[in-house]
């Protein structure tokens, strides 16, 4: 069975320009999160998503965004991009948020370099 | 004060060692626990569900202490491949429902 899938793996991007990540959950799960590491940082919480839905989100400025798609696959879009911006991006996927199920498994991750 | 704070080591054992790793939470309402490791450069793995009072897997024991909210993993017979940052994470309800919290980690590092 697939894993978590992300693309692309590495992306450099200038400031002020906009990135777009994607996730592909594994079949069967419904739930996506967004977490940023930077480096030397522990991983911190950007979004999740749920049956299409943002349901909760980290504290991030808006331009953060993202969403998901009915193949429960998700974005990630980073706006006005700034130097701290870069970090790796990983996704997650879990089949649901409560009970057991929760779970989160991890995709690859996303390298975002902002120059 | 961090939701999940670790003891960031580093940790340098040789193998067969038996090493602890040590965690505290912040959120008394935290329903959730689990150990993660996480390769250099690679995403985290889950290593561990913490759901009761503890449990074991193979050379892997994870505690759980609710009214002292605290976690703890210890490995048996050290591995070479144990090598590793190991996280600590914990899940809540309520407002934060979703969202996970990561320890900064603890290094690991198992010579021959």
């Known amino acids: 069975e697939a894993g978590v899938t992300q693309s692309p793996t590495h992306l450099i991007k200038t400031r002020g320009q906009q990135a777009t990540l994607r996730c592909s959950p594994i079949s069967g799960h419904t739930s996506v999160y967004w977490y940023q590491q930077a480096l030397g940082l522990g991983l911190q919480f950007l979004l999740w998503?749920?049956?299409?839905?943002?349901?909760n989100r980290g504290n991030f400025p808006p331009r953060f965004s993202g969403r998901q798609f009915p193949n429960y696959s998700s974005e990630l879009n980073v706006n006005a991009l700034e130097l701290e911006d870069s970090a790796l991006y990983l996704c997650?996927?879990?089949?649901?948020?409560?009970?057991?199920?929760?779970?989160?498994?991890f995709g690859p991750g996303t390298r975002l370099l902002v120059l | 004060r961090k939701e999940v704070e670790q003891d960031p080591g580093p940790f340098n054992v040789p193998e067969g060692a038996t090493v602890a790793f040590n965690c505290t939470y912040s959120?008394?309402?935290?329903?959730?626990f689990f150990w993660y490791r996480q390769d250099c450069r690679k995403e985290p793995k889950l290593l561990m569900s913490?759901?009761?009072s503890g449990n074991e897997d193979g050379r892997f024991t994870a505690q759980l202490n609710r009214a002292s909210q605290y976690i703890s993993l210890l490995i048996r017979d050290s591995k070479l491949s144990d090598s590793a940052t190991y996280l600590c994470?914990?899940?809540?309800?309520?407002?934060?429902?979703?969202?996970?919290?990561f320890g900064r980690g603890t290094q690991l590092t198992v010579w021959p």
């Open positions: 998503y749920d049956e299409g839905e943002e349901r």
């Open positions: 913490v759901y009761s």
């Open positions: 994470v914990v899940n809540s309800e309520g407002s934060t429902l979703g969202r996970l919290y």
């Open positions: 997650a996927s879990s089949l649901t948020v409560y009970g057991p199920q929760e779970t989160q498994y």
């Open positions: 959120n008394s309402a935290s329903q959730s």
